[in-house]
Every structure is written in C-alpha cells, then in structure tokens.
C-alpha cells in the first residue's frame, strides 16, 4: 500500500466520528427512511426533520459511517430537513465490488443527482465535513444549478498534495506512543493478516490529532466503533483518482458557500484559502482552540455561524 493510500485512511476517514451513534432508522420520531437505485446500486438514506429547505449531509472518509454526523442533523433538524446520506459503501449502500468502477468522484456526484431527482428536489444545501466538503464542493462545481449553498465544517484537501499536508500534519501532532502504535499496524504482515484491524488501529492510535482539545480526543477514541468505517474505500478512490484536483470544479461554483474551520485543523489553512479564493461566492470563516471538527469543539460558535449564514440565503 502507498504511503498516501495509507494517509487517506489513517487521516481524511476519522473524518467526524465520535458524535451520537444512535440508530439511524428509530433515532428521531421526525424522521423518515429512504432509498434511492441508481445502476442497481441501492444507496439509503435517513431524513431527519420534516420542514424547510433540504440538506443534504455528507460524512467524511471517503467510507465512514453518516452515523458520525448525527449532530449536525439533530441541530440543523430543527429548521430544515436533513439528508443523512449513507454514500455508496458505507452503512446499507453495499457494493457488489470495491474498485475504480464502483469508487470514484463521478460515481459519487451523479449518485447525489440522483438522489435530488428521487425526492424532487429543485436545489440542495449541502453540508460537508472532510471529504464530505470535498464532495460538496465538487458536486456544487458540477451540477452549479442544483445547489442552493454549501456549508464546510472542517477542511478535506481540494488536491492530492493537500493531502500530503493532511497527513504530515497528523504527523507532527500525535506523541512518540501514538506513532509507535500507528507504526506498529503499518507492518504489512500485520496489515496482510487483518487489513480492517490494522487499518482502524492505525485510525485510532491517530485520533488526538484531529482536536485542540485532548481530552475530547480520547473521549471520541474510546467510542470509536470498527463497524462505522468501510476500510476497502479509500485504496478504491486513490486507485479511480490517483492525484486528484478539484480547484477547476471550486471556479464554477454559483452558490454562497461557508467554510469555517478551527484554527487547529490539520488540513491546514493553505488548503482552505485556496478554496477561498477560487469560489467565488464564499464567506470564510475561522474558530480558535478548535480542531477538524468544529461542532463537536466549540458548538456554540459553530452554530451561531452556520444559522446567520442559512438565516441570510438569497431566496
């Protein structure tokens, strides 16, 4: 495995994991069950509230569980009705195979068009975290008709470099024990025997980097859960993609976007600027004292930004 397949899985995939893993389906009285068949791939999701514009939610990874983004639904559930899209190879959206064909930017957009069309939907706002805002945005670049805006709470890297960033930043941050361990289940023999072990070791021995805060970062480590990541995606995307660069898809984008991201996201803020300055439409924001996943860090300032930026869409 290349040092950035593994950087890929041992970064981007923590994505927002730790929040409530209630059980999609019974977790919300207001809510209700879905699926939509695209090239007889069934891909479901669960939509949380039952007025207002829709949002579409979008977890990291690629591969993780929208299970971690519960949070967000529960709070933008409130006000709108909330898409917790179960992306192709997490939760039930099974594939028959894990490969280029299946695990791909193209594959993963024309799914979510699909899903708008399905609930007859004339625009989405889309909320993203990790790769989930990398999605996000490269959808809103492509399909600029079909976006109403675009809500980024943590940074995915927008190109393969960008990921290298990601991954040295993880890098810097964890202490000499935590790296040992990751180490300890990059040993290929160990990786050959049980890749999902070793994977989600390695995911876990790398949570602290991920926060400001260590505390919550051990919290969110003991809760992390084997079953809320599709380890098999990441080499998938990487094989389909190779040195990918959505900056060309930021330049099209038509809708007001927000990217707000903590002070201490590893994703850097080169990354996040970038964005910035290609999308031309977009508020950026910052939190301090706070890392990749802001509505888990600092809520109160997450929410207060995200409501006033919703609360003033043109209409």
């Not at 389906?25 to 939509?36: C, I, L, R, T």
């Not at 909320?127 to 996000?136: E, K």
């Not at 809760?223 to 998938?236: G, H, Q, S, T, W």
Request: proline fraction near 4%; aromatic fraction near 10%.
């Amino acid at each position: 495995m290349s040092k950035f397949v593994a950087t890929l899985i041992a970064a981007c995939l923590l994505g927002s994991a730790g929040a409530a893993h209630a059980d999609l389906a019974s977790a919300h009285e207001n809510s209700a069950d879905g699926k939509v068949t695209r090239d007889g791939i069934d891909l479901f999701y669960t939509i949380v509230g039952t007025s207002g514009d829709y949002v579409l939610v979008l977890s990291g990874g690629p591969g993780e569980d929208i299970r971690s983004m519960q949070g967000i639904a529960d709070e933008l559930g409130k006000k709108y009705r909330c898409i917790m899209w179960e992306q192709r190879g997490t939760g039930r959206s099974k594939l028959p195979r894990y490969n280029s064909s299946m695990i791909n930017l193209n594959a993963y957009m024309e799914d979510i068009e699909a899903l708008r069309k399905h609930l007859d939907a004339e625009k989405f706002v889309v909320v993203g975290n990790s790769w989930g805002m990398v999605l996000g945005l490269a959808y809103a670049g492509t399909h600029p008709d079909a976006v109403r805006a675009v809500v980024t709470l943590g940074s995915g890297p927008i190109t393969y470099e960008y990921l290298g960033v990601f991954g040295d930043n993880q890098s810097t941050r964890l202490w000499p024990s935590e790296i040992e361990i990751r180490d300890f289940w990059r040993d290929p023999a160990r990786e050959a025997a049980n890749f999902d072990r070793a994977s989600f070791e390695r995911l876990r021995a790398a949570t602290a980097a991920y926060f400001y805060d260590r505390k919550k970062a051990l919290a969110m480590q003991m809760e992390l859960d084997p079953k809320d990541y599709n380890f098999r995606v990441p080499p998938a995307f990487i094989e389909a993609e190779g040195k990918y660069d959505i900056r060309p898809k930021l330049k099209t984008i038509a809708s007001p976007v927000l990217l707000l991201q903590g002070r201490q996201d590893l994703a850097g803020e080169a990354n996040v600027c970038e964005a910035h300055s290609l999308i031309a439409n977009s508020n950026l924001a910052f939190i301090d004292k706070c890392g990749h996943m802001p509505w888990l860090e600092q809520p109160e300032q997450t929410w207060k930004i995200v409501d006033d930026f919703l609360a003033h869409l043109p209409h």
